[in-house]
């Protein structure tokens, strides 16, 4: 069995931060950050626009949609499947309450598609069962190679969904070292993995953390959803995401070692498609060979 840093960081990549810890305030302040769908920023002149703005209100914070020409389209039996997904992953939040009382409970978020579904679901689930958003803190890893997008991304969740946002700026294994020692009240932590992710293929929804680390159940709803799924749950429910899936990435790690999807580049030269030499690629739920959902990360050098 691998460590629960496999588990956990599978959409950020492997940290190498620095030794501080930061437990930050519980709200923070953002500026410039998108949610989606909304209408895209161009990185070039032939990334089409998404189309004229709305606005709709969605649990505490009012946030921008569009009716996007570039929606995902969905068919009955996709709609049929997610609500089946989404039910799923109640009952499992069910189980897990009957195993955990609301303040033993941790989710760790890294600004991913995956971990953005999770929250969704679980912010959902407490509001049908008046369980307050607070009371479910969300961990963060923060890291000086993160993607500036990520970091708004992750403050807007914050937000958006009204959490209190546990932060610390250190490789994860210290973090949940120092996060055992600050808040000890917490057993078990709410992690978006799916069995198609790196050494995930043989997890369970409930696994126990390994040796050497602090004692908590990692908890694994995702697991049997595929990366098709998490972009119709999207889609279907006009979630917010970070706005680099509208710009090629499918998998986000650290900007050291990620870049665009190569099998999203919308032109066929790949040497520029704009005065400014910079190419385009279609969005992230475009992608239509799952398997290649990890091509934009950069191997690291043995």
Avoid at 23 to 37: G, K, L
Avoid at 122 to 133: A, K, P, T, V
Avoid at 180 to 206: Q, W
Avoid at 218 to 241: A, F, G, K
């Amino acid at each position: 069995m691998r460590d629960i840093h496999s588990y956990i960081t599978i959409e950020s990549g492997e940290p190498n931060m620095n030794k501080c810890c930061t437990h930050t305030q519980t709200t923070i302040a953002t500026s410039n950050v998108t949610t989606a769908p909304t209408a895209l920023q161009p990185r070039s002149k032939c990334v089409l626009a998404l189309g004229s703005n709305s606005s709709n209100k969605h649990m505490s914070e009012k946030l921008e949609r569009s009716d996007s020409k570039a929606s995902l389209p969905l068919t009955a039996d996709i709609r049929v499947q997610i609500e089946g997904r989404m039910q799923t992953a109640f009952d499992f939040f069910t189980q897990t309450l009957e195993l955990y009382s609301v303040d033993q409970l941790m989710f760790c978020f890294n600004g991913g598609k995956d971990c953005t579904v999770l929250l969704d679901l679980l912010m959902r689930y407490c509001r049908l069962h008046s369980i307050n958003s607070r009371d479910i803190p969300m961990l963060y890893i923060k890291s000086d190679d993160a993607f500036a997008e990520i970091d708004e991304f992750v403050a807007r969740c914050v937000r958006h969904y009204n959490v209190q946002l546990i932060e610390y700026k250190e490789s994860l294994k210290e973090a949940l070292t120092h996060m055992s020692a600050d808040m000890p009240r917490i057993k078990a932590v709410f992690v978006g993995s799916r069995n198609t992710d790196p050494y995930c293929e043989h997890l369970e929804p409930m696994s126990p953390t390994d040796n050497g680390w602090p004692a908590m159940m990692r908890l694994n709803p995702l697991l049997q959803w595929s990366y098709h799924d998490v972009w119709h749950y999207i889609h279907m429910y006009n979630v917010p995401y970070c706005r680099l899936y509208d710009q090629g990435y499918t998998s986000i790690g650290y900007r050291s070692n990620t870049v665009p999807n190569p099998h999203l580049l919308r032109c066929e030269s790949d040497t520029h498609c704009a005065n400014d030499g910079t190419c385009c690629y279609r969005p992230a739920w475009e992608l239509e060979d799952a398997t290649q959902e990890r091509a934009g990360r950069i191997a690291r050098k043995q």
